[in-house]
């Protein structure tokens, strides 16, 4: 999630200029499937996969900790807290929405990790071209 906001972020750095049109009408098939919790929950890691890497291509680098970012451990406990509570409480809307925030924050550290696994296959890569 997140591929047309990064397309049009990158076609701007190269001089493209792009623009929104407010009467366009989209239109997505939404098949049952999801329609499920176990499916959106997936598509939430997706989310929140997407937004990191935007957030680093805006600019952003906090504090890492083995590539990820060291406030996203700290918000990960703070839900899963939260998910026991809503689940010892029987709040289900509580649960659902823990559940989303957790797995959004999921998808971030997932993507930390990407970025910083393709960085150090850069770095690698360009100390071989140093050492050849």
Not at 17 to 28: F, I, L, N, Y
Not at 119 to 124: D, E, I, L, V
């Amino acid at each position: 999630m997140g591929s047309e906001t990064e397309l049009v972020l990158r076609l701007s750095c190269q001089g493209h200029k792009s623009w929104h049109v407010h009467g366009a009408v989209v239109e997505h098939f939404i098949r049952e499937k999801q329609l499920k919790k176990s499916w959106v929950m997936q598509r939430v890691v997706r989310y929140g996969r997407g937004r990191y890497r935007l957030s680093v291509l805006a600019g952003e680098s906090p504090k890492l900790f083995m590539g990820v970012p060291q406030y996203l451990f700290f918000d990960l406990f703070k839900k899963a807290v939260r998910i026991v509570l809503a689940l010892m409480l029987f709040r289900p809307e509580a649960m659902f929405r823990s559940r989303w925030r957790f797995n959004y924050l999921r998808g971030q550290v997932i993507e930390a990790r990407n970025l910083a696994r393709e960085r150090s296959a850069q770095t690698q890569s360009a100390c071989d071209e140093v050492v050849h």
